[in-house]
């Protein structure tokens, strides 16, 4: 992915310069536009530039999101403790774990010393702080206020960990199986079904139907492996490129809120991230129509992020958030009807919490469904293929047998 170097002028006017990685001119200024930076001129990188800025991060790995709650928490606890941002960010650097996370900050306390804001040092490694954690910081910094969004920072972070990894807990016991499955079948097929085809061709009869199935498929993947394997790489590479296209990952992500078993799982936590996500921006002073720019950021799924992107444009003509929120079809009655009372009572921060809360107990809801419509399905695949094999693979030894026996 290249490089793009950017001129931009932050919310006070100040220059700003720096890089970001990102597929096209357009989409940096869209990632500059997020965290409140207005761009002036963004041209290509050098090859030879980006090679020397990108390779003292190879092999460093990547930042988790545990270490940026733990990142908030700390950086809360120095500022509410009056210990300096530059003291602060040397000394994190220097005891942080992650080599990476520990060159980020380094990089961020050499544009502090340089004159820069931090919102503005931040934002130059959008891979680690999300466009609301600048948002945020930038916040904080205009109202002398930065111990508070930190620990805002922190507890939406945290929130948000814990539903990753109720989800991924959720879908860890399919995964497993279907992994065991398919190399059982892989088993089976190369090494044991030959056996007994071999056995098989000693005597000069005829197999049953299933045993023949069963013959073919395991020559056909002996035979064809590589060329399989060639297509699954190959299918796996031009999927990811399609995701990467803005086309492509606006159909996936839409695909992925309407997908069998889980697509309500993931419409909720979507929307409960939208909903737990513009509380916080509106609750720590965010402009509306800014906040609806971060949050179309950070909701992680492109479809919803273009509805978002769609309230705004309303919002900016005069339109109500609850009336643009029901005409982006994605939110259900009840969450209308507390945006429009939030609305009318000037609660809608509060409002949009509860909103995000209520998700939070359908997705808990639709995870636990998750895990009781996948045991009965798995239980069901694996009977239907231990079956399919008893009878390829025993049938002609039984009649084999009765032959015998009747000779």
Not at 86 to 102: D, K, V
Not at 230 to 257: D, I, K, Q, Y
Not at 367 to 392: N, Q, S
Request: no cysteine; charged share 20%.
């Amino acid at each position: 992915m290249p490089n793009f170097a950017y001129t931009a002028r932050d919310a006070r006017g100040a220059p700003i310069n720096g890089e970001l990685e990102a597929p096209s001119e357009r989409q940096v200024a869209e990632q500059l536009l997020r965290t409140g930076v207005t761009p002036i001129r963004i041209s290509p990188k050098r090859a030879a530039t980006v090679a020397a800025v990108s390779m003292p991060m190879l092999g460093r790995g990547r930042v988790r999101l545990d270490e940026i709650v733990m990142l908030a928490r700390q950086l809360r606890t120095l500022s509410k403790a009056g210990v300096p941002i530059l003291r602060g960010l040397h000394g994190l650097a220097e005891t942080t774990s992650n080599p990476l996370l520990a060159e980020v900050l380094r990089d961020v306390h050499r544009q502090l010393q340089g004159g820069r804001e931090l919102n503005a040092a931040l934002a130059r490694h959008p891979k680690v702080f999300s466009p609301l954690f600048i948002a945020l910081v930038q916040v904080g910094e205009n109202t002398g206020r930065l111990d508070e969004a930190f620990g805002h920072l922190a507890d939406y972070l945290e929130q948000e960990k814990q539903t990753r990894e109720r989800i991924a807990a959720a879908i860890r016991y399919p995964l497993v199986v279907l992994f065991a499955i398919g190399v059982a079948l892989a088993i089976i097929n190369i090494w044991v079904i030959p056996t007994f085809a071999s056995a098989f061709a000693r005597y000069n009869t005829e197999l049953p139907l299933m045993t023949r199935l069963l013959i073919g498929s395991s020559e056909f993947f002996v035979d064809y492996w590589p060329a399989l394997t060639l297509g699954a790489v190959a299918a796996g590479v031009a999927f990811r490129r399609w995701v990467a296209t803005e086309r492509g990952a606006l159909s996936w992500s839409a695909f992925l809120l309407r997908a069998p078993l889980t697509g309500a799982i993931v419409r909720k936590a979507v929307l409960g991230r939208f909903a737990r996500s513009m509380a916080l921006t509106m609750r720590s002073g965010v402009p509306l129509i800014h906040a609806l720019t971060v949050v179309s950021g950070v909701v992680d799924n492109a479809f919803v992020g273009a509805k978002v992107k769609a309230m705004r444009q309303d919002i900016e003509k005069g339109d109500t958030v609850s009336r643009t929120a029901a005409a982006t079809g994605l939110f259900t009655p009840l969450v209308l009807q507390m945006l429009a009372v939030g609305e009318e009572t000037g609660a809608l921060d509060q409002l949009l919490d509860e909103t995000a809360t209520h998700y939070q107990a359908e997705v808990d809801f639709e995870l636990k469904r998750l895990g009781d419509a996948i045991e009965p399905l798995m239980i069901i695949v694996i009977g239907v293929l231990v079956a399919v094999l008893a009878l390829g693979v025993f049938l002609p030894l039984w009649d084999l047998s009765s032959a015998a026996h009747g000779s």
